[in-house]
């Protein structure tokens, strides 16, 4: 079965402060991952995706299949970060299904 | 296109009584999900359509659940009879099925209080 975890429900940081959202997964196969975010009266959106890497909002994450994990991180945070961070995971191929974490609110101060 | 288009955005309703949650994906998309959010347990998938036809409803919580997607453009999802530990905001979704790439299009979703 799959599965993702997301440890920290709530992280603050100071803006322009570094912060990362760790995520780890748990699955046999070859999985891809996604970040999502919702921001405050906004959709669930998705931010970034691990094939593409790429950096989105000053966003970046690194799949690390040794320690199963694809933390997001971003070098100075700014306050219109402040949002709800999903990480998700599809098991490949033609799954369509998206496991997601509970969750990391994410809370920038000015 | 107005995106995924989810109806009511606010639903308070009695324990025993039925619900229904609308939803209406965005033209031309294969697949269909819907999503419950809860501050326990998170994003739940409950079930998610391919051209109209169920694919999962492995995470549909009992009998109580159910969901229909009668033609591409609408689905729906009732639970009947309600109890107050289904109050949630439960997401519809659609996604593109060429070219998938793991993007995922959320309605606004409709929050559910059942008292």
């Known amino acids: 079965a799959q599965r993702v975890t997301q440890p920290e429900k709530l992280l603050s940081v100071f803006k322009g402060a570094p912060v990362e959202l760790k995520c780890n997964y748990s699955?046999?196969?070859?999985?891809?991952l996604f970040w999502y975010v919702q921001y405050s009266r906004q959709r669930l959106q998705l931010l970034l995706r691990?094939?593409s890497r790429e950096s989105i909002k000053g966003f970046t994450a690194d799949l690390n299949k040794g320690e199963t994990s694809f933390h997001l991180k971003k070098p100075f945070a700014q306050e219109e970060d402040s949002a709800m961070y999903y990480c998700?995971?599809?098991?490949?191929?033609?799954?369509?299904?998206?496991?997601f974490g509970k969750g990391t609110l994410l809370t920038v101060n000015p | 296109d107005a995106g995924v288009i989810q109806s009511p955005r606010h639903e308070v309703t009695e324990m025993g009584q039925e619900v229904t949650l609308r939803c209406k994906p965005i033209?031309?998309?294969?697949?269909l999900f819907w999503y419950r959010q809860t501050m326990m347990r998170g994003l739940e998938l409950l079930i998610y359509?391919?051209?109209?036809?169920?694919?999962?409803d492995s995470g549909m919580p009992e009998d109580r659940f159910s969901a229909k997607m009668p033609n591409a453009s609408f689905s729906t999802l009732k639970i009947q009879p309600s109890e107050p530990r289904d109050s949630a905001v439960y997401f519809c979704?659609?996604?593109?099925?060429?070219?998938?790439?793991?993007?995922?299009?959320f309605g606004e979703g409709s929050r559910l209080t059942v008292l």
């Open positions: 998700a995971l599809n098991s490949g191929g033609s799954n369509y299904k998206l496991t």
């Open positions: 033209s031309g998309h294969d697949y």
């Open positions: 699955y046999s196969g070859s999985p891809e």
């Open positions: 691990h094939i």
């Open positions: 979704a659609s996604s593109p099925g060429q070219g998938y790439t793991g993007e995922l299009f």
């Open positions: 359509f391919n051209n109209n036809v169920p694919i999962d």
